[in-house]
């Protein structure tokens, strides 16, 4: 790379932001999220702001990753270096982003009120330049509105609207920590600790979803037929697939299948 030759940063953690964009818009978040580090790691050893930019892509491709807990500190690192640097375009992104965070973690009341306010504040600063961004932020509200139902969901979104700026930011923060297991269900899982019980164990760290959406990837089915199949959205397989692929090291289907059949994972 001629930038990377003559010792101009700037210009590569441009090329790689660029590279991040095309891959995350082609649904690779793994190489999206590679991308993303290598533009963070250049911007951020010139001690430029644009890594105070970048932190919101990354928090993106980690949650296209399915790694919540990556995205939820992106995302907030995110937002506490765009306010100090003033930049309010990104504080509204992370602001955004942190309620996609909420909204995966299945929180959908703070989520519809993180993206209400976004959205408000979005109405000076601009709408998203990135259709990635603006694809997750209408899946998260879409998912908000199905939970919560229409009234509570208009509710919460109205609220979201009339948050200040630094009311939401202050929310937004607030909504990083991951939601804690109810003391009933904390108690159970540790009595099944102690009589010896445990979970089913998959190679590779693959979750019980992404084994079932490899064993259909393993028998020929399209991304199409497994969403049908699951009754999931293309979007939310698109994702288990992305995740599948970067924690088994497969390169395309060929690869997964392959995986599949060498341990003999199956749709059941």
């Not at 991040?20 to 790691?41: F, K, N, S």
């Not at 709408?127 to 199905?146: C, I, K, M, V, W």
Request: hydrophobic share 45%.
């Amino acid at each position: 790379m001629q930038a990377r030759r003559t010792e101009n940063w700037r210009a590569v953690g441009t090329a790689l932001n660029c590279l991040g964009e095309w891959a995350r818009e082609a649904g690779d978040y793994p190489r999206a999220l590679a991308y993303y580090e290598g533009a963070y790691a250049t911007w951020g050893e010139t001690r430029n702001h644009r890594s105070a930019l970048m932190l919101a892509n990354l928090g993106y491709a980690a949650l296209g990753c399915g790694d919540v807990d990556r995205a939820a500190a992106s995302f907030a690192t995110g937002l506490t270096l765009s306010r100090e640097f003033g930049l309010r375009r990104w504080t509204i992104d992370n602001i955004a982003g942190l309620g996609a965070v909420a909204g995966a973690r299945g929180r959908h009341l703070p989520a519809a009120r993180l993206l209400g306010a976004a959205e408000a504040q979005f109405v000076a600063a601009g709408p998203f330049h990135n259709p990635s961004d603006q694809a997750e932020y209408d899946y998260t509200l879409g998912a908000a509105r199905a939970a919560l139902g229409e009234a509570a969901f208009a509710s919460a979104r109205a609220e979201g609207r009339s948050l200040s700026l630094e009311q939401a930011i202050d929310e937004a923060l607030a909504a990083t920590e991951p939601p804690a297991a109810p003391a009933a269900l904390a108690d159970r899982l540790s009595g099944q600790h102690r009589h010896g019980a445990t979970r089913a164990r998959y190679p590779d760290g693959l979750t019980a979803r992404e084994v079932e959406v490899l064993g259909l990837i393993g028998r020929g089915n399209t991304s199409r037929e497994i969403a049908d199949q699951l009754v999931l959205s293309i979007r939310t397989v698109h994702r288990h697939i992305a995740n599948i692929y970067a924690k088994i090291g497969a390169r395309g289907r060929a690869d997964a299948v392959a995986y599949a059949l060498r341990h003999q994972i199956a749709p059941t």
